[in-house]
């Protein structure tokens, strides 16, 4: 499904008002297979819904939106202030359900300190260990089980959080938990029965087949991949107009993609301050995009969002200019995390001005308090906050600064006068339209055939997994390369003497090259095919 049936998936969903569980949209993270037709798409899992907090005084929505970020400062805060760590919306899903969702380590162990509530379900009988069980989020799942989740707790469709579990890590985790539950009760069994009881054990816990802890699975080796900040410059040597504004459309489709792109065009160096720079001044760059990039939580991303945030003109004295220029500049994520890495960068910036705050942590927590001011002002989906709901919530924050009412009042005024937020209208156009030589072909890896989806384009070979694939799998750069084709075997073949490489490009910005002296491809219109690569220029085409 293409990005309109997503889109249609949202649409419906928001406006599904009478079913609260279809109206979670906030969060745009799918889950897996969510879009396919046997799955059921109407189960909370942890995510935001405005709709099913409307009930829910501002400092508890506001507890329940800092779940879905990264900071625990932010959670005590509201806690302090009286909100309940058990606040649940309409849905019954609580803030350690969202946090569990959203994956943060730091905010789930605040919770716990708080005394939340381990095993509360929500309204689909899932507990906070379905969720990071089935968002993939071994940490988590370790975390939970080490304070006395229960495992056993079956959601209403009979499902544990191990039947949930959907990656080797997870599992691993469920797999050392019953195994050390074991190994605690061995003493109260005889020797002679202890094989027995482990095997009776292990088949209680999981009713699926279990496999050793070392035993070594058959898994695709990634050791050929190259993370993002180490591809190598100018792996291609050939660089156009058309090819910059290629780049353009693959980032503002898929943002690490394009980056990975950029790079190994050689026009930018995997640098974080070139990075920053190169985005901050190429016009036609997608600023929801930019958002995505800029609010990844590893460390090259932050290097990257503290470098393309550093060059943006702020004004030390008013955080609300600085603030519009920052969501004038880019679109912050509906990721919570991804949302509050990019203001944890913009607080750092803001503080180091020298202005009026006594510290970063004041700058972050008051910017994330106006954020969400904003949002409920302006956003027709949120209960608007009141003056003095927002001033009761913002005084005493940090290191004992307690901002004047005065000036709280003065930020709320401005903010319900207009909004801080730019409206982009984003229109991602196809990577390739109107493309003339494409279709199916067959090519030989190894000793086995495989099928894909080519665009010969921009004197590239690019390919695609399927026709619904946005952005392409990989490409294969044809200059200096020998094409030959052969009329009567209905294919042609691309060598060279020495090596060329062709590249594979994953979903995160890595990329995989590969490396052929020799590729035989077969083709069911092998004119079209012929034709278009009579238009390659630097390459060396002959015909049998």
Known sequence: MGNAGIIAVHRFEHQSKNRICGSCWTTPILDRDELAIHKEVGIPRGRLCNEAMKYLDPNERHLMFAASGNNPLQIKQCINQGASPDTYDENRTSPLHIACRQGSLDVVKELISQRASINITDCAGWTSLHIASYCCRPDVVELLLANNSDATISNRKGETPWDLAGDDATQNVFLNYWQH??????????????????????????????????????????????????????????????????????????ANKGLSFFIALGLVSPQPSQIARFFFTLPGISPVKIGELLGETDQFHKDIAKEYISLLQFEKHNLLVSLKKLLKSIKLPRDGIMADQILDAFSDRFWSEKGPFLSKDSVHHLAFSIIMLDFSLHDHTSSPLDKEEFIKSNAGMHDGEDFPEKFLTWVYDEVQRETLRTKFEEQVEPV?????????????????WKERYFVLSDGILWFFMSTTQATPYGLIPLQGLNVHFDTRLLGFTIGSTIPFPYVKFSEDGSIQIQTASFLSIKAGNLKLWLEGFQKVTNIRLSIK
């Open 181 to 254: 539950k074991v190994e605690e009760d061995e003493p109260l069994v005889p020797a002679a029965q202890r094989e027995n009881y482990e095997v009776m054990t292990a088949q209680k816990a999981f009713p699926r087949p279990i496999s050793p802890l070392t035993e070594e699975k058959s898994v695709i080796s990634v050791k050929n991949w190259i993370k993002v900040d180490q591809i190598p410059t100018g792996l291609f040597s050939q660089t156009s107009p058309e090819l910059l504004e290629r780049g353009k459309r693959i980032f503002n489709n898929n």
């Open 432 to 448: 390739f339209d109107n493309v003339v030589y494409s279709g199916h072909l067959a090519y030989k890896s190894g000793s086995e």
